[in-house]
């Protein structure tokens, strides 16, 4: 866990390869280019990649009409523009009719940082989860992020994939395998689970770390497809560990914690603890004073699962 | 005495985006003269009070040029200057972009380009129901009118005959990924708020004449909304940044802060 990339950084690369061998892709961006790294795309195939300017509305539209002739748009922007903006044209234009575009948003959560509250989505997930046949991915780590990138290109429909802009630690290896619907199981355990997503993935695996210094063992799930969420792995977590945390750079209301309280309920009910905002909106601040001041770390997934085995 | 105020908001900027390591200097220093103008000349708003009701209104629809905002609240006394050197840190008064419950001054929370302006036909409207005399001016990106909410707000803006409201382009020609012309075109600029039932005017948005003379042309205009096409140079008065794409959203290092402040006249 070493070294350090940012997912969008693999978002880049994943679409500069994936337009070499699929030359249905297109990309469009909404004039930031540079900082969702489309311009990599851009380089290699300018003739495919479309600058729609500071129009993210537009930038949905057009990109439901390229995939209606068989295009594979790949339509990006900042989480909070792409889901915020252009919500409604997505839900209409590009869900309602099954069309296969991919929408895919970098600089989400609040490790955006500096810029501040309207910048920071904690809402994406929650809104993107609420659209009827919209997948929603969020990868924890750069290479699950450019395989997240091929498999929403094989998939036939629209897809809505979360991106960050900080650089977070590599995770797995280049020969893991990505499914959509399908969470993986990073790290065994038998006395509760960490449900974790995105770039809370990593904090979950430290939180494991010093949970096992005190003799308690977690399992950790790395939760990368929010919807369809994968119903058996977290009923089997239930059953073989008796309780929950779940781990998102996001509010607590809509997103990852939830999608897994929602299975629990109907499925098998354990005591559970959701780590996410907690339904406020974020501030200025170094990514990591923020990730601190809103509890998000490792620290406080401890504290969570500490008091899940109590409550079992 | 403008040209004093806006080197000083400058060095602000320059200083604001420095301490806080990141942040948009090129569209706020293309702003500078703008701003200076409008709290130094034309606008009646009181720093000791900020919430007066019979005050002017100004919201910065391109929220990112917080910094130039900053400043110039600041020089006007609306907050201690100190205030500038903790820009974008944690807990600070001073957010990445506007923040309209935190600093005195502020009049809208901006930063999610267009939707300012929008909140601009709302206070103007306002103003006109309670028979007030209020005027509202609005700031917005070249870039940022390739927003569609941009042509929604300028249509009520002139359906409503919205002659209170002033709006100024800072046409400086360049967004993120490059010039306006690339990335996508807002010409012909002028023909289009014309169309949209604007009283259109064309000024150089760093002369002081000329920004006061149609300031006050647009005060006289009373049952149109007036839009000011200000030509203006990104990242103006740091020779380094002037019309340089890069220096969009980038802080200066400490060398270049230095040679910057330099540049506007030494460092206090
Ligand atoms: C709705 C929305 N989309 C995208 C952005 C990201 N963004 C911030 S500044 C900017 C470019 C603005 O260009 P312009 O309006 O010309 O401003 P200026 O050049 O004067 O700084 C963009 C795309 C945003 N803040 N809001």
């Known amino acids: 866990m070493s070294q350090k990339i940012a997912t969008r950084e693999a978002y880049g690369k994943a679409l500069a390869a994936l337009g070499k061998v699929n030359e249905n892709v297109v990309v469009l961006d909404a004039d930031l280019s540079k900082s969702t790294k489309t311009a990599m795309f851009q380089k290699e195939f300018p003739n495919r990649f479309f600058n729609m300017g500071i129009a993210e509305q537009n930038l949905m539209g057009t990109a439901a009409g390229f995939s209606t002739c068989g295009k594979i748009p790949f339509a990006s922007t900042f989480a909070m523009f792409a889901t915020g903006r252009a919500f409604e044209i997505i839900r209409n234009s590009v869900c309602y009719s099954k069309l296969n575009v991919k929408v895919c948003a970098t600089h989400a959560g609040i490790t955006v940082g500096e810029d501040g509250a309207s910048h920071q989505a904690l809402e994406d997930l929650a809104v993107m989860r609420a659209i009827p046949n919209m997948v929603v991915l969020n990868p924890a780590d750069a290479v699950s992020a450019e395989k997240a990138v091929f498999a929403m290109a094989e998939y036939d429909g629209p897809a809505y994939a979360r991106f960050g802009r900080a650089a977070v630690p590599v995770i797995y290896d280049e020969d893991m395998t990505f499914e959509i619907g399908k969470g993986i199981e990073v790290k065994e355990g038998k006395d509760a689970t960490i449900i974790a997503t995105g770039i809370l993935v990593a904090e979950a695996l430290e939180a494991r770390e010093l949970l096992s210094n005190e003799g308690i063992e977690a399992r950790v799930i790395d939760m990368h497809t929010i919807k369809p969420i994968d119903i058996e792995i977290i009923v089997k977590a239930a059953n073989e560990t008796g309780a929950i945390v779940t781990a998102e750079e996001h509010n607590v209301i809509g997103g990852l914690g939830s999608a897994v309280a929602e299975v629990l309920v109907e499925n098998k009910p354990v005591p559970m603890k959701r780590i996410g905002t907690q339904d406020t909106f974020g501030e200025s601040g170094k990514p990591k004073e923020l990730m601190e001041k809103y509890e998000l770390t490792a620290k406080d997934i401890v504290k969570a699962v500490k008091s899940v085995i109590k409550m079992k | ?268």
């Open chain 2, 1 to 268: 005495m403008l040209k004093k105020n806006a080197t000083e908001i400058r060095k602000g900027i320059i200083k604001a985006v420095h301490a806080a390591g990141s942040g948009h200097p090129g569209g706020s220093l293309s702003a500078a003269d703008i701003l200076t103008t409008l709290y130094f000349y034309k606008m009646k708003v009181d720093p000791k009070n900020p919430k007066w009701e019979e005050r002017d209104r100004f919201v910065l629809s391109k929220g990112h040029a917080a910094p130039v905002l900053y400043a110039t609240l600041a020089e006007k006394g609306f907050f201690p200057k100190e205030e500038l050197l903790k820009l974008r840190h944690m807990g600070a008064m001073l957010q990445g972009h506007p923040d309209m419950k935190r600093v005195p001054g502020v009049e809208m929370s901006t930063g999610s380009l267009g939707q300012g302006f929008s909140c601009s036909i709302g206070m103007t409207l306002s103003s006109k129901l309670d028979g007030k005399d209020t005027r509202v001016y609005a700031l917005l990106g070249d870039g940022e009118v390739q927003e569609g909410l941009v042509w929604e707000a300028a249509m009520a803006a002139s359906h409503y005959k919205l002659g209170q409201l002033t709006a100024i382009l800072d046409y400086n020609g360049m967004q993120i990924d490059g010039l306006n012309d690339e990335v996508m075109t807002i010409n012909p600029i002028k023909d289009k708020w014309e169309s949209f039932g604007w009283h259109v005017l064309e000024i150089d948005g760093h002369n002081f004449e000329e920004i006061i003379k149609a300031l006050d042309e647009a005060e006289e205009i009373k049952d149109q909304p007036t839009m000011i096409i200000a030509k203006t140079i990104k990242g103006k008065g740091v020779s380094f940044m002037e019309n340089q794409v890069g220096w969009h959203g980038s802080a200066p290092k400490d060398e270049e802060a230095e040679k910057a402040l330099k540049e506007l006249g030494g460092a206090n």
